[in-house]
């Protein structure tokens, strides 16, 4: 790509702009993850019989993992399932690549039950979930339903019975927050 090809004339006129959007684009995102500025690329979070024993094993807190580098990640999830295996205990895992790994996304809105009455529910996805997946979920996904709403208030100690499927019990007040996680605002598993 030349400065040609955007019309760029000697005397600077908007097409320069053109020009300088295009190198940023080209070189912008290399300069932030080549100099470090995007530092934790890769979350690990594993669950499972074996958590507690690999909590021990490990000396670590939880098992919430954060890397800047894939192999790092599948060094520790090897050594993760080793570990599992060899004591005939199970885990699985879920990993994300990508930014924002370091917060939680959080979702509060009010559930507004057909008689009226309103009950604010929150709900805590964790790290490494998108806001826009934790808005489908919500707004046309399983948890759109009222079976699963249901639950939810349920959950919360609303003395309710479980809905069937349906949309009466509606949602206001929807807002996704992304919050940094316990393990970025000091309490650490050291």
Known sequence: MTMKQFGRTNNGTNDSIKW???????YSWSFIFNWGVCRVNYYLHMWGSA????????????????FESK?????????????AENKGLTIVSREVCGSDLTYKTLCEMVYVLPDGREF????????????SSAEYFHME???????????????I??????YACGNEILIKDFKI????GEHFTGDTNE
């Open 20 to 26: 300088r959007l295009y190198f940023i684009s080209r």
């Open 51 to 66: 958590e507690q024993y690999l909590c021990e094993q490990l000396k670590v807190k939880d098992l919430h993992f954060w």
């Open 71 to 83: 192999i790092s990640l599948e060094n520790t999830k090897s050594k993760c399932y080793k570990l």
């Open 120 to 131: 604010p529910y929150k709900n805590d996805f964790g790290y490494g979930y998108s806001s």
């Open 141 to 155: 996904g399983n948890g759109d339903c009222d079976c699963n709403k249901s639950l939810d208030l349920q959950g």
């Open 157 to 162: 100690g609303v003395d309710i019975e479980e």
């Open 177 to 180: 927050t992304k919050v940094l």
